[in-house]
């Protein structure tokens, strides 16, 4: 082979192999074998946890600053993203799928990111309620992607499987021109790489309770700490009930940042507009319902304060507690659809029972919960024996 045929032969291997790795010729099914290359092993799962004990800085939020703009969205233009950004340990995915709902039925354009997904990696980004089809996610991913591989300073600088997710669904609400997007911290808060952004009016944090240890710290203060990372000047924060020295935390961090910090009011404070209600039995969803409640309802004041600005432009926002439910926030509660969070599957062979509890005190209110609703599912069915036997012996 003569030397100008070598290097014809080389030019075709280079072209085959950067169109092997570019995305654009590809549909879902590329997009998630793509998606899957970027996920973190074990050993660099376990460097993370070696540089943090060992207090080497964490540079999460550098790295997302820079693949953003690579895919040509700057921190000025995510800043025009209008986020409610949600951390904790327990029920912020509950709480900000209620806190979508909410917005939705009050007729806004949602964006929701949570994580982890149930059966599809769709799940995670939805747009007014549902999962991207895979055509929308295909399309945005590949987009995405090819930005991304094309602008590598080396070979393997490209995001992990979590960051390259937010990348891409901060992509898509800003394409999709979303009124509103609902965030859910992937771990901690501080250093979590959703905490890219800077400009936040609404914050929530759910329960707190020891989880990501390696990560977070060891005790409840270190990790309301890691947590509380999310609160951002001039931005309003809600939370829950928690103990004694994890809120002083909390108080602490927003007290510097000038950040007001209510607690969400108790289930049973609330009335209803137009006697339309809603009934909810275990009291820690009942937690999480106030919670979605009022960090809407903020939004929603932010969004009709449009005038209440300071000299620099950044809007002000004053605490408020909304404890009077419209038919809008009402249905919301009703119809929010969250699987595999106290999910009853009634089947002809049985009832399936499901939840994500993944704390020790997630999993104690988990068995609470499934003894509350198979006693009573028992309850009822002994009901209906009774009514049966009873026609058998009329007959």
Request: aromatic share 8%.
């Amino acid at each position: 082979m003569t030397f100008t045929g070598i290097s014809l032969c080389r030019r075709l291997v280079q072209f085959v192999v950067i169109k092997r790795m570019s995305s654009n010729n590809f549909g879902y099914e590329g997009a998630i074998s793509n998606l899957n290359l970027l996920q973190s092993n074990k050993s660099a799962i376990e460097q993370i946890r070696k540089d943090i004990r060992t207090g080497q800085k964490c540079d999460n939020i550098q790295l997302m600053e820079d693949y953003l703009m690579r895919t040509g969205v700057p921190l000025s233009k995510l800043d025009q993203l209008s986020v409610i950004h949600v951390a904790g340990t327990k029920g912020k995915g509950s709480t900000s799928a209620m806190c979508e709902s909410i917005l939705r039925h009050h007729g806004y354009r949602t964006g929701f990111y949570s994580s982890p997904h149930l059966v599809a990696v769709r799940e995670r980004i939805r747009l007014a309620g549902r999962p991207l089809t895979e055509e929308v996610f295909a399309k945005y991913f590949h987009r995405v992607w090819d930005a991304l591989y094309r602008t590598q300073k080396y070979k393997g600088d490209m995001p992990k499987y979590f960051s390259f997710l937010t990348v891409l669904a901060f992509n898509v609400f800003l394409e999709e021109k979303v009124d509103v997007a609902i965030i859910e911290v992937g771990i901690g808060g501080i250093v979590d790489y959703t905490n890219v952004l800077r400009k936040v009016p609404i914050v929530g944090i759910t329960a707190l309770g020891l989880d990501h240890t390696s990560i977070l710290g060891s005790t409840l203060p270190e990790i309301a700490r890691a947590k509380a990372g999310i609160m951002k000047p001039g931005c309003v924060a809600y939370t829950v009930q928690q103990p004694q020295d994890a809120m002083e935390v909390l108080n602490s961090v927003a007290d510097k940042l000038g950040c007001p910090l209510t607690v969400a009011p108790e289930y049973d404070s609330y009335t209803y507009q137009n006697g339309l209600k809603f009934s909810i039995e275990l009291e820690a969803y009942r937690i999480n319902v106030s919670l979605a409640i009022q960090l809407a309802h903020a939004w929603i004041k932010t969004r009709q304060d449009s005038n209440n600005c300071l000299a620099n432009g950044d809007k002000v926002v004053n605490s408020h507690v909304m404890k009077t439910l419209s038919k809008e926030t009402v249905m919301g509660v009703r119809e929010c659809n969250w699987p595999g969070r106290y999910q009853v599957i009634d089947t002809n062979y049985g009832s399936v029972y499901l939840d994500g509890a993944h704390t020790r005190e997630s999993m104690e209110i988990c068995a609470r919960w499934f003894l509350e609703k198979s006693r009573l599912a028992m309850s009822e069915d002994a009901v209906w024996r009774s009514i049966k036997q009873t026609k058998n012996m009329e007959n």
